[in-house]
Nanobody
């Protein structure tokens, strides 16, 4: 069982920046594929970014060039640096951990990000 706790959400004006953090409870954090997803009411959860154990990164099309995902294996922490935020980035952001892309994932409780225009 892996517990994930997100933090860093809040209210920011369009064009601003936020950094989200996700703290993981597992001692084998470095082995997990970690990811950020987001969801708005009435819509499906959307990929923001993933980073594999080997450091391969994938971004959703809507955030490429603006968001940066990173992991600190020593601190068992996943980060998401969000720059040039837009109102359409408003969502609940969830941290995700899985050992492979085919296995079930653990999810955090989410953190709200609101971008005002």
């Amino acid at each position: 069982q892996v517990q994930l706790v997100e933090s860093g959400g809040g209210l920011v004006q369009a064009g601003g920046s936020l950094t989200l953090s996700c703290a993981a409870s597992t001692n084998i954090f470095s082995r997990y594929i970690m990811g950020w997803y987001r969801q708005t009411p009435g819509k499906q959860r959307e990929l923001v970014a993933t980073i594999t154990a080997g450091g391969t990164i994938n971004y959703g099309d809507s955030v490429k060039g603006r968001f940066t995902i990173a992991r600190d294996n020593a601190k068992k922490t996943l980060l998401l640096q969000m720059n040039s935020l837009k109102p359409e980035d408003t969502a609940v952001y969830y941290c995700n951990a899985r050992l492979t892309f085919l296995t079930n994932a653990y999810w955090g409780q989410g953190t709200q990000v609101t971008v005002s225009s």
